[in-house]
């Protein structure tokens, strides 16, 4: 008796003979992007290195795009960009030791925002593996100790053979859900070595699914049917999973309003009657979401900045849809349904009933009425001002990357992102200088449309030799850089609780006579003409530099007390 299972596919006689007389001139990194290009992979950021020379050599044998960027943790905020636009597992190529090591801030940040980032390292070659001091250029004891703790997987490769089936467990690891960076190593003789092996043509690395417990979600599903004043709270699980439709049609369904967290920016339409918008740092919405007698959590895990600093305390069920494991009832007693947010939802969809609530759309109106007088009362509007003219100035279906400025934390709140995957920011580990290089690897992913970059001018510093990248690919990238003389938001921190700051404020560049020395276009605004010269700046083809003079404050928070 035969099984479906047992059944192997013979290969072709062209493919034998293929497979007989492979191509002479290949070698180990030849397997790599053999493996890469097999998956499905079109494009590859990195950074070339002396260990690395056997892969980036045999880029030029294949048909994958490389960008290459001028730092390693730049290059790795460019691959974040492009797993979160595209969905697919983004290849990043580096070298050991510095190399390798420099990327860590960036696989944090992927790490935290579930960016599928394949990063490949070389090594040093086989024979000083295993923790002995040899003396190789770049020798640590143990790389792989230092990527254990941020990405999802580590995967070493000793031999050429090992390299597909490494790679491609490398990529089901960063694509199933919650996606994230994985981590594969090759020393460099296995790299440099030639190869005899027959060219990869295809892989077979589907994710696995990520289902949801039925019993779990009928519970679920009777528990929000049955509330009196349900909420949903919607993170960026919702995103990663391609399931704001059905995020909408469960709340309607339910009339649940909905408030969405800073990494689940466009999870739900902004102009909905349910949306309660982003305002999560507000107390008049961490008050409405304590008062729901059944709050459905879904893709978050309700961490610092999605509970007001820990200051929500739900007095409901809570109903928690996470795929990190780790994230399940971490932070409040729950209903914990491990699963892919797309999955869930449609199983609650398949079972809960409708409810209706005439009342819903009214509280939603007052809610965001006392959020708008709380703001207007500390008359903010500069700050206001400005994020208006970027929101008009952005074209609705452009993406926009955000940097760790006071512009951002405004957007985090107050911007309308205008659609599910647009608007993606650094606030899952909160590093610095990811606004361009991300913006450059969302421009290498859809080249036909114009891309946003929000940076500090502190921010700015830490990246500003991509400017090279974005002139040498030609990417439609316009980057806004709000130059206040500083850390902005650090003199905040520090004047209000020391009284005066200390070791916040920068000798800057003149940003645009220096992006004019890249060959890049610079023009220096007022918050009068920022709507224009952006709208000018996005309809130009390639990279451009827009400079705001312009010192922002933030609104007051609330989680401090009144």
């Known amino acids: 008796m035969t099984h479906d299972h047992d059944l192997v596919l013979s290969p072709t006689p062209e493919q034998t003979q293929a497979a007989l007389n492979p191509p002479p001139g290949r070698n180990g990194g030849d397997l790599v992007v053999e493996t890469l290009a097999g998956l499905g992979a079109t494009t590859v950021f990195g950074l070339p290195g ?27 905020f460019a691959a974040d960009a492009y797993g979160r636009v595209t969905g697919e597992a983004a290849p990043l190529l580096l070298s050991t030791g510095p190399g390798a090591l420099t990327s860590l801030a960036a696989l944090q940040e992927a790490a935290a925002a579930s960016a599928p980032v394949l990063a490949i390292s070389s090594q040093i070659p086989t024979a000083g593996l295993g923790g002995g001091r040899h003396g190789y250029l770049h020798e640590l004891p143990d790389q792989t100790a230092s990527f254990r703790g941020v990405v999802k997987s580590v995967h070493t490769v000793r031999t050429q053979s090992q390299i597909p089936s490494a790679i491609a467990a490398a990529w089901r690891s960063a694509l199933t859900a919650p996606h994230g960076p994985v981590w594969v190593e090759i020393p460099q003789d296995v790299l440099l070595a030639e190869t005899a092996l027959p060219v990869v043509t295809a892989m077979d690395a589907t994710p696995d699914d990520l289902v949801p417990r039925p019993e779990l979600t009928a519970v679920a599903a009777d528990l929000l049917s049955n509330a009196s004043r349900p909420a949903i709270i919607a993170g960026g699980g919702v995103v990663r999973a391609d399931a704001p439709g059905k995020l909408r049609a469960l709340a309607e369904r339910l009339n649940a309003p909905v408030v969405t967290t800073f990494g689940g920016k466009g999870a739900f339409p902004w102009e909905h009657p349910l949306s309660l918008q982003s305002w999560l740092e507000d107390r008049h919405t961490t008050d409405f979401l304590e008062d729901a007698d059944v709050l459905l959590v879904v893709g978050s895990g309700l961490g610092e900045l999605s509970s007001n600093y ?26 914990g349904i ?22 819903a759309r009214d509280r939603v109106r007052d809610l965001l009425a006392k959020v708008a007088d709380r703001i207007s009362g500390q008359r903010l509007t500069l700050e206001q001002d400005v994020l208006a003219s970027v929101r008009r100035a952005l074209p609705a279906d452009s993406p926009s990357f955000w940097d760790m400025t006071i512009l951002a934390y405004w957007a985090w709140s107050a911007f309308d992102p205008r659609g599910a995957n647009t608007m993606h920011s650094a606030q899952g580990a909160g590093g610095l200088g990811y606004g361009f290089p991300a913006a450059l690897g969302a421009a290498a992913a859809d080249p036909t449309r114009p891309v946003l970059a929000v940076s500090g001018d502190g921010g700015a510093l830490y990246s500003i030799a991509e400017l090279a990248t974005a002139r040498q690919y030609d990417l439609p990238v316009t980057w806004l850089i709000v130059d206040d003389g500083g850390y902005g938001i650090l003199r905040e921190y520090m004047t209000d609780a020391f009284g005066q700051a200390t070791a916040t404020e920068l000798t800057r560049p003149d940003y645009v006579a220096l992006a004019e020395s890249f060959g890049v276009p610079g023009v220096r ?38």
């Open 310 to 335: 820990h200051t929500f305390k739900p007095r409901g069920r809570v109903v928690q849809i996470e795929a990190d494991l780790g994230k399940l009832e971490s932070n409040h007693p729950a209903l």
């Open 50 to 76: 002396q260990h690395a020379l056997g892969m980036f050599d045999a880029l030029r044998r294949s048909a994958l795009r490389y960008i290459g960027l001028r730092v390693e943790n730049n290059a790795g």
């Open 525 to 562: 605004t007022t918050p009068e003409t920022l709507e224009q010269d952006l709208t000018k700046a996005f309809s130009a083809p390639g990279p451009s530099v827009v400079v705001l003079p312009a010192v922002l404050r933030m609104f007051a928070p609330t989680h401090l007390g009144e």
């Open 338 to 359: 491990h699963a892919d947010a797309r999955l869930a939802l449609q199983a609650l969809l398949e079972t809960v009933r409708d409810r209706p609530d005439e009342s």
